[in-house]
């Protein structure tokens, strides 16, 4: 993997935890010669995981809609900054710029983008690896839903199966590394059937 996108809160939480993880993933990119690709703010967790990257002189590309500079605040000292009209461009050009998704802690707006990867991937639009770092069991109430998404019929195993999660870094980057998308379903058509 060249490059990784990295969804996160703009804010801390309440935990140290947290940000020391965001840090901790930034600096193993940079030390594995991965391109951090993230939003491009200097808040919170988003960040946090840039100054780990930078700490050991990675490559950072930030994505940072027009209107949000004001109140994410864009980061001064990335390696690149790229501003785009709306949130549905920032999404786009950070699956653009990416080979795999990390999601760390976030509110809703971390989710949406986890959710439509995600649904990219189940519709076979990308066969990129996405990867929840579930650190100190942030994501355990999510992992349950998707799997009782699967218990109510809502889900396939093999889509839950997509999401691949792990609260070590390394480990979860090892994953990612060896992960195979699986064969995407085929809309049948009525003559088809």
């Known amino acids: 993997m060249k490059s990784i996108t990295v969804f996160c809160g703009s804010s801390f939480g309440t935990d140290k935890i947290y940000e020391e993880q965001a840090f901790l993933l930034g600096q193993t990119l940079a030390k594995q010669n991965i391109q951090l690709v993230y939003g491009g703010s200097e808040t919170g967790l988003m960040g946090t995981v840039a100054n780990g990257a930078l700490s050991e002189n990675g490559t950072v590309t930030g994505v940072l809609p027009?209107?949000?500079?004001t109140k994410e605040i864009a980061h001064k000292n990335l390696t690149e900054l790229i501003i785009v009209e709306t949130m549905h461009e920032r999404k786009t050009k950070m699956n653009d710029l990416c080979d795999g998704v990390i999601?760390?802690?976030g509110g809703y707006g971390t989710l949406?983008?986890?959710?439509?990867?995600i649904t990219w991937a189940q519709l076979g639009l990308?066969?990129?690896p996405i990867g929840i770092l579930?650190?100190?069991?942030?994501y355990d109430d999510l992992i349950q839903l998707i799997q009782t998404m699967v218990d109510?019929?809502?889900l396939k195993q093999i889509n839950k199966d997509m999401v691949l999660i792990n609260k070590n870094i390394d480990d979860l980057l090892d994953q990612m590394r060896n992960y195979e998308a699986p064969t995407v379903w085929k809309?049948?058509?009525?003559?088809?059937v």
């Open 152 to 154: 109510k019929g809502f």
């Open 103 to 105: 999601v760390l802690p």
């Open 187 to 192: 809309v049948i058509s009525k003559d088809e």
């Open 112 to 117: 949406e983008e986890f959710f439509e990867m």
């Open 126 to 128: 990308h066969k990129k």
């Open 66 to 69: 027009q209107f949000l500079q």
């Open 134 to 138: 579930n650190t100190d069991g942030f």
